[in-house]
C-alpha cells in the first residue's frame, strides 16, 4: 500500500480511519529506511509484523515471484512445493553468482539485497562484539570446518610452493579435517601445562617454522574457543611471529561471538601483528540452525578473494536465519544475551566450586578460558608445571604421600589419592565404595533365580525380559518358560558352592 492507494481508500472507508493505518504503516516503512541507510543492526529489535513485511517485500522483487513470469531456463527459482516455497519466503535463487558468492543476481534483486544486508549487519555486529578494526565479512552456508578449508584453499592461490600448516594442538575433528581436506599436512605444536590451563607454546611453534622453512609454511591455524583444560591460543605472541615471519594466520573463532575476551584477543593480535581471517559459526553464536558461518578479516581485499574462491552460487538460508535473528533481537537484544551469558558463567563457576567441595574433588583453575569449565573427577597430584602433553588432557599418576605429611596407619600409600585440601581420603568413604559394590553385586544376582535341579535335567534359569543378563543367553535358550522371562538350558549342573 502505498499514498496512492490509501487516498483510494477513502473512497470506501472513513478518511480518518485510513489515515490511522497509513500512519502505521509508516511506521514499518520508516525502520526499513533506517535499515537501509545505515546496514547497520537497529538498536530495538523488530516486531514479527515489521519483520515478515520486509521478507515479502525482498521476496516480490525476485524475478520467480513477477506476476505474468513464465521462467524457461535452468535458474529460474521453479519450486514444487508450497511448503518449502513458504518455509523461504519465496526467496528461492539463493545468493551469488558462479564466480563470487557475495555477487549480484540479475533475476533476484530481492536475495541480492538481502545478502548484502546480511553481510553488513553481520560485520556490525562483529565490531560491536570487540573486533572494532575488522573491515569485511560475509556468511557462507558451510559450518566452520569447511569455512576453514576455503580460507586454506585461497592462501594456495598466494603461496602454491607452501605445504605445512602451523596448528597449536586442540582436540577437535573439524580443525584437523579442514587442513587435511584442502590438502596440507597439519605440523601439531604441543601445549604446555602451566597451573591447570594448556597454554600454547609459542617458542615450539617458531622452531617448527625454522626448521621447515616459512616459505614452505602456508599459515598459522590458531584457536581462541575451546574446551577446558585448554585455553585460548596466545593470539598477540602468534600474530607477532606471524608478521615476523611473513606468514598469514587464520584464527579459528567458532565460539568466541559470544565472548569479549576471544573478540578481543582477536583485535589485539590485528593490532600488533598480523590476523589475516577469523571464522566464527552462526548457530553457536547467534542462536540460528546449523550450516553457517561468518568470515570475517582486517584485509577487505583477502575477505573479497575468499568468496571469489567459492564456487558456484549459495543457499540463501543461512542469510535469511541470521538476518531475521538480528532484526528480531537488535543491538540492545544481542548485547543483553552477551552480558547475561557472562553473568550465568560467573555464577557456573561458583557453584561448581561448591560442588566440588561438597564431594572432595577440585575445579580447575582456568582463568584464561572464558567459555568453559573443567571438573578433576579424581582428586590427583599434580605434575609440575612446565610439563609437556601429547594431548589436550592427561590424568596424572597416583603417588606416595610425602614422608612429611601424616597419615592414619590404614591408608595404604600406593592407592591412596591426594585430596583439594591436601589430605587424605578417609576410611569410611572407602568402606562406602566397598559397600555400594556389593549392594549393586546383589541386586544384579536379584535378577536371577537359579533352581537346583539333578544331574540328569538341565539347570533351569528365568531370566526377567528387562534384565540384560536376557541378551547373553546361550544358544539353547529358545522356549519360553512364561509370560515373565525366558529359559536359559545348561548341560551341566554347577556344584553346590556355585549354586545361588
Known sequence: MNSENFTLSEKMVPASYVRQASEARRGHEQLIRRLLEQ????????SEATVELFLNELAVMDSNNFLGNC???EREGRVASDIVARRHYRLIHGIGRSGDIAAVQPKAAGSSL?????NSLALDV????GARSAKSCFVVPMATGMSLTLCFLTLRQRRPDARYVI???IDQKSCFKAMVTAGFVPVVVENVLEGDELRTDVEAAERQICRLGAENVLCVHSTTSCFAPRVPDRLEELAVLCAKYDLPHIVN????VQSSKCMHLIQEGARVGRVDAFVQS???NFLVPVGGAIIAGFDEAFVEEISKTYPGRASASPSLDLLVTLLTLGAGGYKKLLSDRKEMFALLTEELKKLACAHGERLLHTPHNPISLGWCRWTRSRPSAGTRFAGSCRTPTPTRAPTSTRRPPWASPARTWRCASNGWTSASRR???RRMRLKVARRRRAHFHIQKVPKSRNLQIELPLYSSAAKARPNDCSRPSSVDGRVASRTKVPSDNNTQ
Do not use: H, Q, V
Open 39 to 46: 546496514g547497520k543492526c537497529p538498536a530495538e529489535g523488530w
Open 253 to 256: 573463532n567458532a565460539y568466541g
Open 282 to 284: 552462526l548457530d553457536k
Open 114 to 118: 538481502l545478502n548484502k544486508l546480511t
Open 126 to 129: 562483529l565490531k560491536m562484539a
Open 431 to 433: 568402606c562406602g565404595r
Open 71 to 73: 521462467g524457461m531456463g
Open 167 to 169: 596448528w597449536p594442538r
